[in-house]
């Protein structure tokens, strides 16, 4: 990510407008914004027990604080300071998550603190606060912050819970749903800040987008790597070879035993043949050879034994002699005078 270039240094503009406070107020703020050489933002009740006052109290302090600043000679002579802010802002999209939009002004947590706190202030940034459906963010216009959060819903109302869309996809759909934003803001970077806001909607290792829920997005384990791998490999792969596989793609050590144990428990992978494994959504059937002649002619009625071999070796990666060691089984599988196997009746066993 490449960082926005000010020409100003945080630090400076938010040490002068604090100027304009007196001093509790400004410790205060200090605490609360994590301005000082910890970095870290207090909360109301910690700063309370610091000055040995209510949390009530401490709100009190910080709100008339910040209208202080606002209204101070200090505040109007960084109008300059705030105007820059306020285009980078604009030209990155408008609207960002907060983490998103600190990252794009600085690397080191103290100049994000004081970043942040120049937000704060500055009367044209608006704040939404983290709910059920979006993080913490910022923006510039209420009007585009509304037209992308119903562009937001209506995207993860139409994605499926295994659905996997890749990016260039997701973003095509998300700003065909925003014809009426300004031109400035149809890219694929400012669309990609507008997906990083919903907590619903995510991308997994490999750049796929879905639910933020789905297994297949927020990958835990060796078996969600394994589905990713194999999805990318297109056909079905020796276990072994998809040990190597999650190592390549995503630098995690897969040992080959505890991917093989992974792949058996999950039904989302189908075991087609000596060790060689396959997705279930690739429309494999389940189960050991014998399972899958059964699932045929149940679906199919009596078939030669041609058509079974034929119909397996889609199925499955093995010999034909297995296929046809298999169809001698007389407890399972009954042959008829025309050479066509059936299923032997559970009643008539």
């Known amino acids: 990510m490449n960082l926005v270039q000010l020409s100003f240094k945080p630090k400076n503009i938010t040490k002068h407008l604090l100027s304009a406070l007196p001093e509790r107020a400004k410790l205060v703020v200090t605490k609360r914004y994590g301005l000082?050489?910890?970095?870290?933002?207090?909360?109301?009740?910690?700063?309370?027990?610091?000055?040995?006052?209510?949390?009530?109290?401490?709100?009190?302090?910080?709100?008339?604080?910040?209208?202080?600043?606002?209204?101070?000679?200090?505040?109007?002579?960084?109008?300059?300071?705030?105007?820059e802010l306020h285009k980078a802002v604009h030209e990155l999209g408008g609207i960002l998550a907060e983490e998103d939009l600190l990252q794009h002004f600085a690397k080191d947590e103290s100049s994000k603190n004081h970043l942040h706190f120049?937000?704060?202030?500055?009367?044209?940034?608006?704040?939404?606060?983290?709910?059920?459906?979006?993080?913490?963010?910022?923006?510039?216009?209420?009007?585009?912050?509304?037209?992308?959060?119903?562009?937001?819903?209506?995207?993860?109302?139409n994605l499926n819970d295994d659905d996997l869309v890749p990016e260039s996809e997701m973003i095509a759909s998300f700003l065909d749903s925003l014809k009426d934003v300004n031109e400035k803001y149809r890219n694929e970077e400012v669309a990609k800040r507008w997906l990083n806001i919903s907590k619903h909607i995510s991308k997994n290792p490999l750049g796929e987008w879905g639910k933020a829920s789905s297994q297949n997005v927020k990958t835990k384990g060796?078996?969600?790597?394994?589905?990713?791998?194999?999805?990318?490999?297109?056909?079905?792969?020796?276990?072994?070879?998809?040990?190597?596989?999650?190592?390549?793609?995503?630098?995690?050590?897969?040992?080959?035993?505890?991917?093989?144990?992974?792949?058996?428990?999950?039904?989302?992978?189908?075991?087609?043949?000596?060790?060689?494994?396959?997705?279930?959504?690739?429309?494999?059937?389940?189960?050991?050879?014998?399972?899958?002649?059964?699932?045929?002619?149940?679906?199919?009625?009596?078939?030669?034994?041609?058509?079974?071999?034929?119909?397996?070796?889609?199925?499955?990666y093995v010999k034909e002699n297995t296929i046809i060691v298999n169809l001698q089984n007389s407890k399972i599988f009954r042959k008829d005078k025309d050479g066509r196997f059936s299923l032997i009746e559970e009643s008539q066993k």
Do not use: C
């Not at 389940?286 to 699932?295: A, L, Q, R």
């Open 36 to 83: 000082d050489k910890n970095n870290e933002r207090m909360t109301l009740e910690s700063i309370g027990e610091m000055y040995s006052i209510t949390r009530e109290r401490v709100r009190q302090i910080e709100h008339a604080a910040l209208q202080n600043i606002r209204k101070s000679a200090y505040y109007k002579q960084e109008k300059a300071t705030f105007d």
């Open 222 to 316: 060796i078996r969600d790597y394994a589905f990713l791998a194999m999805r990318k490999h297109g056909s079905p792969i020796h276990f072994r070879d998809i040990a190597k596989l999650i190592e390549k793609l995503f630098n995690k050590k897969a040992h080959i035993a505890t991917t093989h144990n992974e792949l058996i428990k999950d039904k989302r992978f189908v075991l087609v043949g000596r060790g060689l494994y396959a997705l279930t959504e690739w429309g494999y059937a389940s189960g050991v050879v014998k399972d899958v002649i059964k699932k045929m002619i149940a679906k199919h009625g009596p078939l030669s034994k041609e058509e079974i071999i034929q119909k397996v070796l889609k199925e499955r």
């Open 118 to 157: 120049l937000l704060v202030v500055g009367d044209m940034f608006k704040k939404e606060k983290e709910d059920p459906e979006f993080k913490h963010r910022w923006h510039i216009d209420s009007q585009l912050s509304k037209k992308v959060h119903e562009a937001l819903r209506k995207l993860y109302k």
